[in-house]
């Protein structure tokens, strides 16, 4: 059972990274989400945003990226970060920690989305991504 829906839409600039920030900065504050779980969040959600701002929708700020989040049965975060771009092929990411790759160019966000989250999960080709973490801290 969902208790807690918000969604927000930001312009696609570096700027609205700052709000994203601050929203979660609020979330934490009003559930009382331990640190460890915080750092976890602010990161993986910073990575998704950075991601449909950079390769979404290329920076073009008249498009908006859209934040959602969901408290479920006060257990669980889940952040739904979507952009109108056209998506990638989120199955074939370089691993940014194979050391047989000499110059690695991209996967590092997507890397970090996957280790800091307790589920990641994408959609819409790739142009939409879920993040789900337990409010727990371990």
Avoid: W
């Avoid at 504050?29 to 779980?37: A, L, M, T």
Wanted: hydrophobic content about 35%; aromatic content about 10%; proline content about 3%.
């Amino acid at each position: 059972m969902i208790q807690t829906c918000v969604k927000i839409g930001l312009p696609s600039e570096l700027s609205s990274l700052n709000q994203v920030e601050r929203f979660i900065q609020e979330l934490v504050s009003d559930y009382k989400i331990c640190q460890k779980r915080y750092s976890d969040i602010l990161v993986a959600v910073s990575a998704a945003v950075s991601n449909a701002i950079h390769y979404g929708h290329k920076e073009h700020s008249a498009r908006l990226f859209y934040v959602e989040f969901n408290l479920i049965e006060e257990r669980y975060l889940k952040f739904v970060i979507s952009d109108s771009g056209k998506g990638f092929d989120y199955n074939n990411v370089p691993d940014p920690t194979d050391p047989n790759i000499e110059e690695q160019r991209g996967g590092r966000g997507i890397y970090l989305m996957r280790k800091l989250s307790d589920n990641c999960t994408f959609k819409k080709n790739g142009s939409e991504v879920i993040l789900e973490f337990e409010l727990g801290c371990s």
